[in-house]
């Protein structure tokens, strides 16, 4: 007997206004492919094939990681299952896991929402929704919102986990490149990053302190090169502007800039360059993903966001791109 399957990543949701066109995934509701004037802004992924580094996915009910998958949130003891065996710790949340149900659609905005399961992980009846909005003047707007549905507090966190290209002369899906090409085609990127703090790690990528910027090679704020260096680092205390936003400026040697705004509740940024991977496991780009909350902040309560039964938390985030050369 045939049978006609779906792609693995479910339905996928076309979106277009002016120079800008965008994907978005039933699965998870992730951020499959998006493009300015035909060149790739952000690294696509295959629909077909399992999504390599979290490329474009969603990141909640928390971002990041728990450590051992263990946290305590108003007396009570949660354990999440441990999905990052090699440091022992649960990583990157429930949603990019499900199948998002389609609210609306239409030729510029796609909405799909989702319902915590019931998990003794996370007992919390949360209705998320995900809305992305292109339009000409801005580019891709994503408004998430997450509604207490249930009877307590819920403890809430979110990030997304876009790998922007590099230019990288191979194409945004390579099929024959080397670890070393694409560690040199990130290296040439600029970043500016308007955070003055940076979140120091252990070996398992947990926090253990905050240091200065200012004379270290984690001083993102110039836009500098990112050079032939690793990271997998938070950056925090950012620099908002008038407005409430944060923006991230991602400059590529074509002269292809991309920023990503973040409003008053980003409160970090993730960057990761994936710097030595195994090319066949690494995005050709860097990943730049707007927080609400960095690594174990459902340990740490640093950051973490407790919607109230009855009530809602909002956060919403920009993609644009433009040509500075």
Known sequence: MTHILPRWAGNEYTI????????VTEQGAA?????????????????NEPVHACNGQILLPYPNRIEDGTYEFEG??????????????????????????LESL????????????????????????????????????????????????????????????????????????????LDAANAACRLRVPADTHVQVNS???????????????DLRGGDEIGDQSFDDAWTDLVHGGDGRAEAVFTRPDGVEVTITGDESITSFQVCNGYGWDAAHKPAGVAVEPQTAYANAFRSGKDLIVIEPGQSSFTNIWYSARRVD
């Open 31 to 47: 951020l499959e492919r998006f493009e300015w004037n035909g060149t790739p802004v952000t690294v696509p992924f295959n629909p």
């Open 204 to 218: 398992r990528l947990l926090p253990t302190g905050l240091e200065s910027v200012e004379g270290t090679r984690f």
């Open 106 to 181: 239409t030729d510029h905005s796609v909405s799909l929402s989702w319902r915590t399961p019931r998990l003794a992980a996370y007992p919390f009846d949360l209705f998320v929704t995900a809305t992305y909005t292109l339009t000409e003047e801005r580019g891709l707007q994503l408004t998430v919102s997450a509604y207490n549905n249930g009877e307590s507090n819920a403890p809430w966190a979110l990030a997304t986990h876009p790998w922007l290209f590099s230019g990288f002369e191979g194409g945004a899906e390579p099929a024959e490149a080397t670890t070393e090409q």
């Open 76 to 101: 009570q003891t949660y354990q999440f299952p441990i999905d990052e065996h090699e440091r022992h710790n649960s990583i990157h949340g429930l949603g990019y896991r499900s199948a998002w149900k």
């Open 16 to 23: 277009h206004a002016g120079p800008y066109t965008a994907v």
